[in-house]
Antibody, heavy 130, light 106 residues
Framework: EVQLVESGGGLVQPGGSLRLSCAAS????????MSWVRQAPGKGLEWVAN????????YYADSVRGRFTVSRDNAKNSLYLQMSSLRAEDTAVYYC???????????????????????WGQGTLVSVSS | ELTQPPSVSVSPGQTARIPCSGD??????AYWYQQKSGQAPVLVIY???KQPSGIPERFSGSSSGTVATLTISGAQVEDEADYYC???????????FGGGTKLTVL
């Protein structure tokens, strides 16, 4: 069973830092792109960042670029989000999500497909307030 | 940017259609997620029209030009939720969600 468990959320003052973690199990973590997505209270979903299997590619939403850093440790089946210079508008539930992966019978290879996400964790709440 | 109507309302057994418009959709796949109150999102359609295992067959998707559509045929009360479309920009490296559509079935 695929499981994604986020941790590290909490209350932090504006300008502060926080590191979120996501522990993955039930699948071969090193094969998948991974994503962070957030949801402010009462608002919609917002994509935050994507990271390739080997960390060679990372992409960020404009709203967090330069302040947030996504990373992973494939040996520990873990995904991270280092957040700094936090603002009130960063207050949200942060979800980690697994990128899709498919097996191509003809080529005998795994491929990413369209690049969306399939499984989500339950999220961790980050509150930025003085 | 992806645009969805804020709300859609149908009676039980009717067909609900939720559109999602975006300039890059002719080149990029759309994904659809269902989110019930207090829960994490669940994938209901991927790559425009493919159904994940375990999702009821009444959920289907289509895409034509700049509009992707989630269709729930014979909507049921338990389908009440927020639905989000998700896709990438033309380069495929930056992603965006639609604003979400609240589906009411009553």
């Amino acid at each position: 069973e695929v499981q994604l468990v986020e941790s590290g959320g909490g209350l932090v003052q504006p300008g502060g830092s926080l590191r979120l973690s996501c522990a993955a199990s039930g699948f071969t973590f090193p094969r998948h792109w991974m994503s962070w997505v957030r949801q402010a209270p009462g608002k919609g979903l917002e994509w935050v960042a994507n990271i390739k299997e080997d960390e060679s590619e990372k992409y960020y939403a404009d709203s967090v670029r330069g302040r947030f850093t996504v990373s992973r440790d494939n040996a520990k089946n873990s995904l991270y989000l280092q957040m700094s210079s936090l603002r009130a508008e960063d207050t949200a539930v942060y979800y980690c999500a697994r990128g899709t992966l498919f097996w191509d019978v003809q080529s005998g290879k795994w491929y990413r497909g369209g690049g969306g996400v399939d499984y989500w964790g339950q999220g961790t709440l980050v509150s930025v307030s003085s | 940017e992806l645009t969805q109507p804020p709300s859609v309302s149908v009676s039980p057994g009717q067909t609900a259609r939720i559109p999602c418009s975006g300039d890059a959709l002719p080149k990029r796949y759309a994904y659809w997620y269902q989110q019930k109150s207090g829960q994490a999102p669940v994938l209901v359609i991927y790559e425009d029209n493919k159904q994940p295992s375990g999702i009821p067959e009444r959920f289907s998707g289509s895409s034509s030009g700049t509009v992707a559509t989630l269709t729930i045929s014979g909507a049921q009360v338990e389908d009440e939720a927020d639905y989000y479309c998700y896709s990438a920009d033309s380069n495929g490296n930056h992603w965006v969600f639609g604003g979400g559509t609240k589906l009411t079935v009553l």
